[in-house]
């Protein structure tokens, strides 16, 4: 099991699971209700509801916070006002600590086992000709915590990026940053196209959907 998996079963949630991204395509439909809807809500990062409910729903059940807490950051976890679980790398402790944050909280001590044990959990599940060197982004990762229960629960992602672009901002809640940007400077992860075609052959074989 993992992190996520075993909170979710121990809470009895893990009927239906909502993975919320930050990619702008979630504004084109108004899923907020059907994302509320899910025993379990997971948003990503710094992923924000209000103001967005009609699109991105208001629930929050566990913050997944792939990043580490840089300054641009700050502001938004010093007012996050939220009854979830926040789920982040241990180095992350220092700064939430030092803005207050009082939550449910679990920390990852070996985080870098987390996001590259990622591609080879999944790859029991789909076909990767060659695991890439560099692992995945936040969302991918998340999805290979649920690796347990695929088969079992309704595993639904909202608001991923599914198809290349090079235009437009990054996220849906405009924080200035473009995606251009993203794609020039594409150092650390693994390709764009791999996570695509990868989250495509996981919702060939059933085991999520992809809004």
Known sequence: MSVLSDWIIEKGSSDSIAIVGNAPKILEREDGA?????STVIRIND????????HCGAKTDIRFVGIPIKERYRKFFTDLREPSLLVTRRANKIVLDELGHDGDSVYIDD???IINSALPTLSKFVSIAEIPAKPPRTG?????????????SKITLFGFETDLRVTGLEHYYNDGRVFQKVVDNWQSHCPMEFEFGLLHDLQARNYIDIR
């Open 34 to 38: 059907l994302i509320d809807a899910h």
């Open 47 to 54: 992923g924000r509801s209000v103001g967005f409910e009609k």
């Open 111 to 113: 985080y870098s086992k």
């Open 140 to 152: 991918i990762v998340i999805t290979s915590l649920l690796a347990p229960l695929f088969g079992k």
